[in-house]
Structures are given as structure tokens and as C-alpha cells.
């Protein structure tokens, strides 16, 4: 679980965690403002489309929690679950903005995988 074990890569997992929670459904979402300027933001097709991207992205954060590689692998369930948790709070406390709870999740999971690192080198 040591991060200088592993190189200069052990942030790598990381950086995919923010770029498939945040980039992967905001980037629908600006294409559509510059692309769909005449359709309705309410209407069956963007909705559609708003539906098949949280469930792209619902897809991904199950499959890093669930069955995580590299890095990731090597921290307890718990920590991951924990994780999700702090995020979601955090994502519904800022009036669902998903950038703020993709950073809070991932500043927990990297809190917590020092802390428990920091605690597994004491004993």
C-alpha cells in the first residue's frame, strides 16, 4: 500500500476518477448548450440522453468500488464505499454541481488511503 513503491504513477487511478465522474456528463451537457440550442432542455430526447449518461457514469463508480484495479485495488471496500458516500453528501449539499462531489469523494479516498497507510506503518 506504499505510494514510493509504486513509482511516480500511484496518482494515475485517481485522475481517471475525476475525469469519468466529472468529464464523461458535463461534456453532454455543453455540447448540448452549443449544439441543441433549439431543443428543450425538458424534452424526451435530452432527457433520454441525461438518463443514459448517469447510467454510463453509475456504471463506472460501481466498477471502481466494486472491482477496482492497480491502486485502487489495495484499499479496503469500506474506504471505497465510504468514498461514494462523502460524495454524494457533498454533491447534494452544493446543489448537485458534480464537480464538487466527484473532488470531495476523491479527497476522502485519498485522506483515507494515506491515513490507513500512515496507521499500517506504526504497527
Known sequence: MSAAGHGDTWWWPFVMILVAGWLATDIWRWLGVFAGGRLREDGELLIWVRCVATALVAGVISKLILFPQGMLAETPLSLRLAAAGVGFAAF??????????VLAAEAFLIAGWFGLNALSGLG
Not at 92 to 101: A, E, P
Request: charged content about 20%; overall charge positive.
Open 92 to 101: 447534494l449539499l452544493s446543489k448537485q454541481r458534480v464537480i464538487v462531489g
